[in-house]
């Protein structure tokens, strides 16, 4: 299937944010530490036809991008938005230029065994991908998936896959030999099974060569002098005939497999056969840093820092000088320094964002870059001072938006380890301010106070409120909540002011702008670790409330279930009955129609099918309806929200894009729109104007069908 980029349609336009956000005023050292614009993944860097290189930042979420030198600025590669989402991996055949192959997805990837769809279905990998023309156009997933027992799979990359590959290795001498790693949850062995993967024709057809049940496969690196091949998960194992014959280095001084959760690599530098090795040891809380100089079969150990979750770990060595050390250590950035014969390691970090994924030195080893949480930055004096390197990317992954009531454009989104973002129309001509550190979440408006806003960050189980339009915030937080869902559920009235919802294991209101809550426990029979995914209220009737709980019901065990409440939260109805999609899905979304306290719809995530449901009778059991036509059963669910126009038009974000609904038909509404996640919707009442918040390409604005 040969990807052709959509024609734009519906008005949309990037609002941003592109640059790092402002401070609006006096900052604190939690905006100072969440400042950033979205996540980038890696750098690489491909030859042109005349010698020069050209530097490629990859996004987990928003595309690749290419850095223009005579403009000073980056520039989007148009199509790369259709490998709907994110590039973990990039790679130039060695002898053609021309030729790219891209693996989709994120390369940090968490997968998590408990949940639908591994809870991953946003992030997995979507195959490898192939453009003959450096980049403009893509084909794929491409080639021939072959099990142990020798048959193809011809779901290998079906979505949600369920797996995510992180690295793609071309032989420079013989580039038709390729190895891929990934790694993936066998639920019949209920165990992470790591995979390495060849093809010996250029990727048409792939045999698995490579099985590693001793932790998650994830690195991969070829040292071309020494002709050894490199993989890595919780074990080290070594190929020297590119991937046929595999040995795992398991008796070469590295700790042992059960205690590492993590291992990077860097191979090659300095000398032929020298590997360098960061190991993330769980059993000493510690990041070590292992050299070899025989080729993994023995190692020293060099020195420790703080640990790092195995969803971030960076190690990068000076291309000239091997012992030029960096390596992630806990969120920020250590160097190994040599005293005499031993090391010790400092910090490094700078003005660094936290969670690097990726340390990388150009070719000419003349700056290192960190992909961060926050953005790309580069430093020239060794970590001393970083600069910000990758203004004019838009890339925030948002998880919602909200749109003030008042005729002038004041946007606010809950941007991902980048804290609560303001766009303001009237500063500037427009500019954007960071104005909440944390991890940016839940954001709301009040129906008719414009200055009147709220925020929620699940990660740090706090909920704000804003009197003066978003700039300053007091936390407002429920007292004895307890800890919510990671996307903590947060809904103004849409109509009435005042009045506002947080959704914990149980519900809180406030009637007074989050002053003061009310708490209501909707069902004594839950289990208490269960919290709530979504929580609406009636538009009609600010008495009629709904909430949804988590976790799929994989059993007759009270887990994801939808409630109803008539009476302002006092008296609760389970309402999940007839509601199918549950069994194997998470609800992520609630909208009631605007003139109908009885009508909900429901979103779902995780599924292969049944991604919106709907009733009509405030939740009867027998009138549950499924409302799909024109969606694909692989497009997830994020968000609904209603359009206030004579018809009130239903609009969905979706795993690919946005859609609305007319006579139980859903039509797409993305034209003009990167084809992307959107994960919060919100629309205007008095103009239609409709604002998306993507994940991974920014804030979006455009119009709804009126």
């Not at 359009?643 to 795993?655: C, K, P, Q």
């Amino acid at each position: 299937m040969l990807l052709e980029l959509r024609a734009q349609a519906q008005d949309w336009r990037a609002l941003g944010p592109s640059t790092f956000p402002e401070f609006p005023g006096k900052s604190d050292f939690f905006l100072k530490n969440a400042r950033g614009i979205g996540r980038a993944g890696a750098v690489r860097f491909l030859k042109q036809a005349d010698g020069a290189l050209i530097r490629i930042l990859l996004t987990p979420y928003g595309g690749m991008w290419k850095w223009n030198q005579e403009m000073l600025i980056w520039e989007v590669i148009t199509g790369s938005d259709l490998l709907e989402g994110g590039v973990a991996d990039l790679q130039q055949h060695p002898k053609n230029l021309s030729k790219w192959y891209a693996v989709a997805g994120d390369a940090d990837c968490i997968l998590d065994h408990n949940g639908p769809a591994l809870w991953a279905e946003h992030c997995v990998s979507g195959g490898l991908f192939r453009s003959e023309d450096a980049g403009r156009s893509w084909e794929g997933p491409i080639g021939n998936w072959i099990r142990p027992d020798g048959s193809v799979d011809t779901n290998f990359w079906t979505a949600p896959s369920g797996k995510v590959a992180r690295r793609l290795i071309i032989d420079p001498k013989r580039p038709a030999r390729m190895c891929l790693v990934l790694h993936t949850y066998d639920y019949s062995e209920r165990r992470y099974t790591g995979y390495v993967y060849r093809s010996l024709d250029a990727g048409a057809n792939w045999y698995p060569v490579l099985q590693d049940t001793l932790g998650r496969l994830k690195e991969l690196e070829y040292d071309q002098r020494a002709g050894v091949l490199y993989a890595a998960g919780s074990a080290l194992y070594r190929s020297l005939d590119f991937g046929s014959h595999w040995t795992l280095l398991d008796h070469s001084g590295l700790p042992a497999a059960k205690t590492v959760s993590r291992m990077e690599l860097s191979v090659g530098v300095g000398r032929s056969g020298m590997v360098d090795l960061l190991v993330v040891n769980d059993s000493l809380r510690t990041n070590q840093i292992f050299r070899s100089l025989d080729k993994g079969c023995s190692f020293s150990l060099l020195g420790n820092g703080a640990a790092s979750p195995p969803w971030r770990t960076a190690l990068a060595v000076h291309p000239e000088d091997p012992e030029l050390i960096f390596f992630s250590a806990g969120n920020k950035v250590n160097r190994l320094v040599r005293s005499a014969t031993t090391w010790r390691a400092v910090y490094a970090g700078g003005d660094l964002h936290d969670d690097v994924h990726e340390l990388m030195f150009d070719p000419q080893g003349k700056y290192l870059l960190a992909s961060t949480d926050g953005g790309l930055y580069a430093t020239t004096d060794s970590g001393k001072t970083w600069s910000k390197a990758s203004e004019s990317v838009s890339m925030a992954e948002c998880w919602d938006v909200a749109i003030a009531p008042d005729t002038s454009l004041r946007v606010l989104s809950g941007l991902q380890d980048c804290g609560t973002v303001l766009y303001r129309s009237d500063t500037l001509g427009g500019a954007w301010f960071i104005v909440r550190g944390g991890d940016g979440m839940g954001v709301e408006f009040d129906a008719e106070n414009d200055s009147l806003a709220y925020h929620a960050d699940g990660n740090n189980t706090i909920v704000g409120r804003s009197g003066n339009g978003g700039i300053n915030w007091n936390t407002c937080t429920p007292k004895g909540s307890g800890r919510g869902y990671y996307l903590t559920a947060l809904a103004a009235h849409p109509v009435y002011p005042d009045l506002v919802l947080s959704g914990f294991h149980d519900l809180f209101i406030s009637r007074d702008e989050g002053r003061s809550w009310t708490r209501h426990r909707v069902d004594s029979a839950l289990d208490p670790g269960l919290t709530m995914t979504a929580v609406a209220w009636a538009p009609s009737d600010s008495l009629t409330i709904y909430v949804a709980f988590e976790n799929p019901v994989w059993s007759d065990q009270l887990k994801q279930r939808l409630y109803k409440s008539t009476d302002g939260g006092d008296t609760w109805v389970d309402i999940t009955s007839g509601l199918q999609s549950v069994a194997w899905m998470s609800i992520t979304s609630l909208a009631v129609h605007p003139d109908h306290a009885e009508w909900i719809t429901v979103g779902f995530r995780g599924g292969a099918k049944g991604k919106v449901m709907q009733n009509r009778s405030g939740g009867v059991a027998q009138r549950w309806q499924t409302v799909v036509e024109g969606l694909s059963g692989s497009n997830d669910v994020y968000a609904l929200t209603y359009d206030w126009d004579a018809h009130r038009t239903l609009y969905a974000g979706t795993r690919r894009g946005v859609w609305h609904l007319q006579d139980n038909r859903w039509s797409d509404w993305s034209g003009g729109l990167p084809a992307c996640m959107i994960s919060g919707l919100a629309i205007r009442k008095s103009d239609g104007l409709l604002v998306a918040g993507t994940h991974g390409w920014g804030v979006w604005m455009g119009h709804t069908h009126r």
